[in-house]
């Protein structure tokens, strides 16, 4: 829903990438991130929408702090570094490797793509990792207020009473 009204992930958007082998070896060499504008923009005010995490077991987990102006993807035990710095993804014909990755904000908002650059056949390509229904990958931090909050849950959606809304807001009298 956030999505279909122009939202954004609230502090941290994860998604997860299934990268696929080729008929032949296929070697990931970075997953870039680029920012639509330089800065990252004031966060959004406007309802706030929650939903509870759902695990599933990655492969390779990955973090990226979207309040830098050139973000890039690292170990979260190597937040200095980007993963790719030292670290490429070999993929086997047909092999499948699933990546998690957590874009976080907490100062503003940023949109984004994701553009994969690899190696098959000796040649270099880069593709564009396309975001679900085609919007931008978006993420914003937490805004000082409110008007309204409604929390998805396994159970169903049910809109947030005040307390409910300062376990996730960023307003100084929920602290």
């Known amino acids: 829903?956030?999505?279909?009204q122009g939202g954004a992930a609230v502090g941290q958007l994860g998604i997860s990438i299934t990268l696929?082998?080729?008929?032949r070896a296929?070697?990931?060499?970075?997953?870039d991130i680029v920012p639509k504008a330089p800065q990252a923009t004031r966060p959004f005010d406007g309802a706030l929408l929650c939903s509870e995490g759902q695990g599933d077991s990655p492969k390779v987990k990955l973090a990226a702090d979207m309040d830098d102006?050139?973000?890039y993807l690292y170990d979260e035990d190597s937040p200095h570094r980007s993963h790719f710095h030292d670290n490429v993804i070999t993929l086997a014909p047909q092999e499948q490797?699933?990546?998690?990755?957590?874009?976080?904000?907490?100062?503003?908002?940023r949109e984004f793509e994701l553009v994969m650059r690899y190696t098959l056949n000796g040649k270099r390509h880069s593709q564009k990792i396309p975001p679900?229904?085609?919007k931008a990958y978006a993420v914003t931090a937490l805004n000082d207020t409110y008007d309204i909050g409604y929390l998805y849950a396994p159970t169903g959606p049910h809109r947030m009473t005040a307390p409910e809304m300062c376990e996730f807001s960023a307003a100084k009298k929920c602290r």
């Open 97 to 109: 490797v699933s990546i998690r990755a957590f874009f976080q904000s907490k100062q503003g908002h």
């Open 1 to 4: 829903m956030a999505e279909r």
């Open 69 to 71: 102006p050139d973000p």
């Open 20 to 23: 696929q082998g080729h008929q």
């Open 26 to 31: 296929l070697t990931v060499e970075s997953i």
């Open 132 to 134: 679900p229904r085609g």
